[in-house]
């Protein structure tokens, strides 16, 4: 599975959008792009995954480039639930049955 | 529907003792996962089982034993618990081995071993 690299803390006003980057650089071609976020102290919550299509679902937006070696999850409207570590996974649909979670980017959003 | 549930919640061994870590699923899901998280750390992959009747090693599996009772239950055991495993386990299921892409994750057993 390819690697990804995120920043490891980003801070949000409330309201606001959140946009969290993820570099995927050595992606391959079937490869996923899958956003999971954890809340303190829980397990963690499947959130959006896309291939090259830009995606959107009632929690988030997932925009990956064209070239797909980055991705970033948008969260429209920010609100203090929303703070969280969120992963970025990156792996193909098929295989291992394991998720490479790292250490993903701690969101504060801020009243 | 309650999801994914673990027992216990918490739990505190001395090193060298056992204990089984129970996991279930009511959305009759195939495929179930054993992870651990270490503080600040993302999780790691202990053992999982693609279907009923198969499981199989992820990246941490030294330690610790699997049992797939059934489709719904998936337990985890510590045969000589050592202050190494002290972490957070989470169990998941998804609803196939090959196809999966969204793991239901329950809410975590929290283990000291001292």
């Known amino acids: 599975d390819a690697k990804t690299t995120q920043p490891p803390s980003m801070d949000c006003a409330e309201g606001r959008a959140a946009n969290l980057p993820c570099n995927h650089s050595t992606i391959s071609g079937n490869e996923y792009v899958y956003w999971y976020r954890q809340i303190h102290s829980q397990g963690p919550q499947y959130i959006i995954h896309?291939?090259?299509n830009n995606e959107t679902n009632e929690m988030a937006s997932l925009i990956i480039t064209e070239d797909r070696k980055s991705s970033t999850l948008i969260l429209p409207h920010a609100t203090l639930r929303d703070t969280a570590v969120y992963y970025c996974?990156?792996?193909?649909?098929?295989?291992?049955?394991?998720?490479?979670f790292g250490t993903g980017t701690r969101l504060t959003v801020i009243p | 529907n309650a999801g994914v549930t673990q027992t216990p919640k918490f739990q505190v061994l001395k090193t060298g003792q056992s204990m089984t870590l129970q996991c279930a699923q009511d959305?009759?899901?195939?495929?179930m996962y054993w992870y651990r998280q270490d503080p600040g750390m993302g999780l790691r992959l202990i053992y999982y089982s693609a279907s009923e009747g198969t499981t199989d090693k992820g990246e941490v599996p030294n330690g610790y034993n699997v049992s797939r009772l059934n489709k719904r239950e998936f337990s985890l055991r510590l045969e000589s618990a050592a202050p190494s495993q002290t972490s957070v386990y989470f169990c998941a299921s998804s609803e196939a081995g090959t196809s999966a892409y969204e793991q239901y994750f329950g809410p975590g057993t929290r283990l000291t071993v001292t």
């Open positions: 996974i990156v792996r193909a649909k098929t295989g291992a049955n394991n998720l490479f």
């Open positions: 959305m009759n899901h195939n495929s």
């Open positions: 896309g291939l090259k």
